[in-house]
C-alpha cells in the first residue's frame, strides 16, 4: 500500500480493532477514521465527555516518557503508549487521522507495529488534493544525557541509525543503520517486538505499570535467556525496535523527515527532547514540499 510521497493521506475508510493495554492492562477499543487534509493524527478519548477529549499528536504533548510515550492536553486527558501505532502511520503515509478510544492506552497488540499495519492496509488510504510537508534538516540537532545520544542531521533522506548495548548476553551490543522508508519499515522493523527484564516485573507493576504485559505482548529476557518459548523474530530485535519506537516519536513533530536519526542508547525521553530542542531552533530545518529543490545545509 505505497502512497504517493507527494500528497497527503488519510484512511479509506474506518479501522476498527480492540486489545489490551501493556501498563493499564485495561481492554480498550479503537477506530481511526478519516480526517481532512491538515488536521493531522489527533486521539479523542470516547470514554471521557465532561472535558476536551481531544489529545493532537505533537511533540509539545508529550506529558510522560517511562517504558512509553504518554501524551495529554490542557484538560489533563492522556493517550499512552502511542509509539507503535504511530510508527506505522508513519511508514505508511498516514497523514491525518482520528484515533478514537475508549480507555488511556493504546492496545499493545503483540508488542510490534506488524498488526497495526495489518489493520491499515485492511482499510487502504485515500489520497488528498493537498501538497505533503515534510521537514527538511538543515542543522545538526542533538541532546546528550549522560552516556545516551540522540541526533537529527542533514541528508538527502530518512534514516535511522541506534545503536542498544545491554548487560544480558541475550542482547549484548546491537546496531542498525539505514534507510527507513516504507519498504524497509515492512521488511526489517515493522515485526520487532517490545522488550523488557523479568526482574523488572514486580517493580513496574507497583508503580501501575506493566498490567498487560505478557509474554503475548512482550519479549522477556531473564539473566542471559529469553523467557518466550518461539524466541526472538530476528536476532537484533532490541535494536530494531528501539529504531521502531524512535520513528513513532520523531512522528510527533507532524511530519515526516528529511534527515539522519542517530540514537545511542536513547529511549522514549531523549526522542522527545530532540523533538522539543528541534522546535525550539527553526532556524535548524524548513518545511518542504516532496518536490521542491534541497535547501544549502548551513
Known amino acids: 500500500m505505497a502512497s504517493s510521497a507527494s500528497h497527503q493521506h488519510t484512511l479509506a475508510g474506518p479501522a476498527i480493532f480492540a486489545g489490551v493495554g501493556v501498563h493499564s492492562g485495561q481492554h480498550v477499543r479503537v477506530s481511526i477514521r478519516p480526517a481532512a487534509a491538515g488536521t493531522g493524527v489527533v486521539f479523542v478519548r470516547t470514554d471521557i465527555q465532561d472535558r476536551d477529549n481531544r489529545v493532537p499528536a505533537r511533540g509539545e504533548a508529550v506529558v510522560q516518557t ?18 507503535h501505532l504511530m510508527a506505522a502511520l508513519a511508514a505508511l503515509g498516514v497523514d491525518n ?24 492496509d485492511r482499510t487502504g488510504l485515500r489520497r488528498q488534493e493537498a501538497s505533503r510537508n515534510y521537514i527538511e534538516i538543515l542543522e545538526t540537532i542533538e541532546v546528550v544525557e549522560d552516556e545516551k545520544r540522540a541526533a537529527l542531521s542533514p541528508s538527502d533522506r530518512f534514516e535511522m541509525a541506534f545503536e542498544v548495548l545491554f548487560d544480558s548476553e541475550a542482547i549484548g551490543r546491537q546496531r542498525v543503520d539505514m534507510v527507513l522508508d516504507e519498504d524497509s519499515f515492512r521488511a526489517e522493523f515493522a515485526d520487532c517486538r517490545t522488550f523488557g527484564f523479568a526482574a523488572d516485573v514486580d517493580a513496574l ?7 498487560g504485559g505478557s509474554l503475548d505482548n512482550v519479549v522477556v529476557i531473564e539473566g542471559d535467556e529469553i523467557v518466550n518459548p518461539e524466541g526472538l523474530r530476528r536476532p537484533d530485535e532490541m535494536v530494531r525496535h528501539k529504531a521502531l519506537d524512535a520513528l513513532g516519536d520523531l512522528y510527533l513533530l507532524g511530519a515526516p523527515l528529511i534527515g539522519r536519526f ?24 524548513r518545511l518542504r514540499t516532496f518536490n521542491e529543490p534541497y535547501a544549502q545545509a548551513v
Open 262 to 285: 542517530e540514537g545511542l542508547y536513547s529511549g522514549h525521553g531523549i526522542n522527545n527532547a530532540l523533538v522539543r530542542a528541534l522546535l525550539a531552533r527553526p532556524e535548524s530545518w
Open 66 to 83: 517511562r517504558l512509553g510515550t504518554v501524551i495529554g492536553n490542557a484538560a489533563g486527558v492522556t493517550v499512552s503508549t502511542v509509539e
Open 205 to 211: 507493576r507497583a508503580a501501575g505499570l506493566a498490567r
Open 97 to 120: 487521522a482520528i484515533v478514537e478510544l475508549d480507555g488511556p492506552e493504546v492496545p499493545i497488540m503483540d508488542g510490534s507495529a506488524e498488526p497495526f499495519v495489518e489493520i491499515l
